[in-house]
């Protein structure tokens, strides 16, 4: 148990700050704390470390969280990076929506921001400043946070959840000891002489390499994920439903589509324990061996990946090629990548034209709608495109996947639950006939509290 301090020393007033009467309780804070603490354990890291560095991608979306406790960096967790502003490339004038981008401090913490909360990173930096003399700019804006919500104007906003975090760590460690590294791309992935290539800015080689520079001190393993061998289709099912062991027999056989269905099962904890690394296996399995599903899930996995893994770019990609193979899923997936605003404009500009809504309809169309046997994660999914603008037809899809035996459809019932919510009991008693041991015994309130815990 992280023990109770106190908080908010000697923070400063920032832009966007609401009334102190509305100063996040210190309890948000704790809570914050104790997530990390488990965090830095799985890690083997001591909390609170010495040190933060966190490493903002642009392109790829992901905020790396890194500690230093003793000698070198440990990686401890990514965060999503949930709007992108501008393009990719360094800010150079006010008014321009670019996120900067060069190694940074945290100047300042904000408990009243009016996106949650809020640290403000020095921009501009002796670097920015130095280079904007050389090209005679002036104005180059300021009041660059790292905040909740997902809306942005050349900050990063990481959702309410991450920002608790993030502000809860940086007040425990000191923002002397905060280091803000933001860069267009992974250039521990991407050679410097590349990026700066697609820029018109003179001196932009000489930032990027000394950003790769910086980096080298955060080493990622080796990218271990290759594209599919073919082009991606939609493959008969054949092991049975919600059956690891049947799809793992069958996958070793050299069937890609119960591959897919393992990584699936394994991946999100359905009906077997969660094992992300043989998810991932599996799917990557089934996606490199042509299987729609498998890119569909393995985009979906690239998304929500609390890792290294964590790539807007590589999940655009893969559900991409998933929709144009035919899956219903893949094409739900890219659907909403394309309307969650997570796209810089070099990667947006394929989702131009009506294509989120498009894909949207494909995947209403592929679907399944029986919900039963496999087509209850196909419901779950119908579900899940319906959030959060009709709630009714969510509910619908939500409780028809749980009846069909799906877990994840439960889960979406209990956390829809409210007035006008149908009893979810019931469908955890038809699924447990069904053969979802998962179901039997469960009751709507035990669903809403583990659902609430791991919001």
């Known amino acids: 148990m992280v023990r109770r301090v106190g908080w908010l020393l000697g923070i400063a007033a920032l832009a966007g700050a609401r009334p102190a009467a509305a ?266 061996g042509g299987d729609a599903f498998g890119c569909a899930e393995l985009g979906r996995l690239y998304l929500d990946d609390d890792g290294f893994r964590r790539d807007v770019g590589r999940a655009l990609q893969l559900t991409e090629a998933a929709c144009e193979g035919g899956d219903g899923h893949g094409c739900a997936y890219l659907a909403r990548l394309c309307s969650d605003r997570v796209l810089y404009p070099e990667a947006a500009a394929r989702c131009a034209n009506g294509r989120a809504r498009r894909a949207w309809q494909r995947a209403l169309a592929a679907l399944d709608d029986r919900c039963d046997g496999w087509g209850a994660y196909d419901c779950a999914t119908r579900a899940d495109m319906h959030l959060p603008d009709d709630v009714r037809a969510a509910r619908h899809w939500a409780a028809a996947s749980c009846a069909g035996g799906d877990p994840g459809g439960c889960t979406a019932l209990a956390r829809l639950g409210g007035d006008g919510a149908p009893d979810a009991r019931p469908l955890f008693a038809a699924a447990c006939r069904r053969g979802g041991v998962w179901a039997c015994g469960l009751t709507t309130s035990g669903v809403v509290a583990d659902a609430a815990a791991s919001r």
């Not at 425990?172 to 700066?196: F, M, Y």
Request: contains cysteine.
């Open 23 to 288: 100063t996040v309780p210190s309890a948000v804070l704790l809570r914050a704390e104790e997530r990390l603490a488990s965090q830095f354990a799985s890690r083997g890291v001591p909390y609170p470390p010495e040190a933060v560095s966190l490493v903002a991608l642009k392109a790829e979306a992901r905020l790396e969280l890194w500690a230093r406790s003793g000698a070198g960096w440990t990686f401890v967790r990514s965060y999503l990076v949930r709007a992108a502003s501008g393009r990719l490339g360094p800010k150079l004038r006010e008014g321009d929506r670019q996120v900067p981008e060069g190694v940074y401090r945290i100047a300042a913490l904000n408990p009243n921001s009016s996106h949650h909360l809020a640290l403000r990173v020095d921009y501009p930096n002796a670097f920015d400043r130095a280079r904007a003399a050389e090209d005679g700019r002036t104005k180059l804006g300021g009041d660059i946070m790292i905040h909740g919500g997902n809306e942005s104007v050349g900050c990063l906003a990481v959702g309410d959840a991450a920002v608790e975090e993030i502000f809860a760590l940086v007040s425990r460690v000191g923002t002397a000891n905060a280091q803000v590294i933001l860069s267009p791309v992974d250039l521990r992935r991407v050679d410097p002489a590349v990026a700066s290539a697609r820029g018109e800015t003179r001196w932009l080689r000489e930032l990027y390499t000394s950003l790769a520079r910086e980096l080298r001190a955060f080493a990622l393993p080796p990218d271990d994920v290759a594209p599919p061998r073919k082009r991606p289709g939609v493959a008969r099912v054949r092991c049975r439903a919600y059956d690891a062991a049947d799809c793992v027999r069958r996958c070793a056989r050299g069937d890609v589509g119960s591959c897919a269905r393992a990584g699936l099962l394994y991946a999100h904890g359905l009906r077997v324990g969660r094992d992300a690394a043989r998810g991932w296996a599996f799917l990557t399995k089934a996606c490199s």
